[in-house]
């Protein structure tokens, strides 16, 4: 296996040694989520929050608002890649930069954002390990009000990377072929079908595995896993023996912790299912399964 990509991870320590640093721009990108019975969560944007206290320096970026292109079934989509360079270079990003990512809460938003920067091919984007919890809890500075915003840069390259993703053409092949693995980011209850927050329909695609985007992180600081631990619970899961690893949830959003912590382990094999359960389950003739249909799919 590749060695780990540990560097895509920041304590708070190096960022604040870098305060002022403009080859280092920094993002909060808290949401609240808003669970609904059945279909898309609501997201409650967090921009006052952040216009209140944020890490000196940091923007803000909101990931349905800002970086989603809803198309069809898929609300979340993967917008073109010209449109992020646009808006990165209204922040007067230019190449080279180096993006850190952090937010309040729900860390999956903050990794929804991070895929979506690095699938438009955007080179160097971090996030804050703990996020704005791991910062206040440090006794770290913090600031107020909007940030004067640098003049916007002429233009920043994007390189876009379709192999990050998948669509639901490719994931129905992928139900036939043994060497790739599905991999059902949501709950324990969900992935059985037996509760939580249903997209259409109940359960999970046939031969999936489970392994909750939660399971990787602290529940106490947020924090990754330590990368040891991150590769045991993979390998544990068989994704050492995989040829092609695809993630997927509701809506393309909680996929994307596990995307990342494949990819900080070390893992090149991963693509996402951007439109997960509720671009799935469009489709009436889509299999899907629980536990009481007895499907023999592998658990962790």
Known sequence: MPPPNTELLVDPGWLESRRGDPAVRVFDCTLTRVPQPSGASI?????????????PGAFYLHMVEDLSAPRGTVPYGLPEARAIARLLASFGITAG????????????????VWWVLTASGVGDVRVLDGGWQRWRAEGRPVESGIPNLPPASAKFPC???????????????????????LVHSLSPEQFAGTGGQVYRRAGRLPGSISIPASSLLDSETACFRPIDELRAAFAGAGLDRAETIIPYCGGGIAATTIFLGLTIAGYDNVRLYDGSLLDWTADPNAPMVTDADGDASPKR
């Not at 390189?159 to 036939?176: G, I």
């Open 43 to 55: 997201w409650k944007s967090g921009r006052e929050a952040w216009e209140a206290e944020h890490i």
């Open 97 to 112: 930069a180096t993006i850190v990512l952090y937010g309040n809460g729900g860390q999956s938003v903050v990794h929804r």
């Open 159 to 181: 390189h876009p990377r379709p192999d990050l993703k998948v669509d639901r053409d490719d994931v129905m092949h992928a139900l036939e072929n043994p060497d790739t693995c």
